[in-house]
């Protein structure tokens, strides 16, 4: 069996405790810098994070970015994420990225696809939806569509100009 000794003095156990107390007195100061950089995300981007569990969930989301919605989607469906993506694919997924989503890890899964009326567009353009794209109440795509011929998508952060 081993045994240490130490002689301590109250010299030793003064600076010991200084120490400590400056390690302590640094970590604090970090926290508060983590806590800016997580307030100084956008609440757009937060939103985007937020669970999406009911109908309310979805149309705040909405509201949040900028969107004016019908209180009740025109179209709920359950859709199928292609395996391997195509070139519509691929471009559709830029535009997710552009905005913090990401559809790769969800390839070959279903997810729910929610589609609401925008009752008002920057431009005066009319028949403009918005779509979720959900899977386990996280939102996993998002973006606002026109349909006519000429028609439009872009992602749910970008706010035309008027």
Request: charge should be negative; aromatic fraction near 6%.
């Amino acid at each position: 069996m081993i045994v240490f000794a130490a002689k301590v003095s109250v010299r030793k156990i003064v600076v010991g405790v200084l120490a400590v107390g400056l390690v302590l007195v640094g970590a604090a100061a970090l926290l508060p810098k983590t806590a800016e950089a997580d307030t100084a995300v956008s609440a757009e981007g937060a939103a985007l994070s937020a669970k999406l569990k009911t109908n309310e969930d979805r149309v705040a989301l909405l509201t949040a970015c900028g969107w004016s919605v019908e209180s009740e989607p025109v179209g709920t469906q359950e859709v199928q994420i292609p395996d391997t993506f195509d070139e519509v694919y691929e471009q559709y997924n830029a535009i997710q990225q552009a905005q913090g989503l990401d559809l790769t890890p969800y390839q070959g899964k279903r997810a729910m696809l929610y589609t609401y009326a925008l009752t008002a567009y920057p431009t005066g353009e009319q028949g403009v939806t918005a779509n979720l794209l959900v899977r386990r109440n996280r939102l996993i795509a998002a973006d606002i569509t026109s349909a006519q011929t000429d028609g439009f998508v872009h992602g749910l952060l970008d706010m035309p100009q008027t």
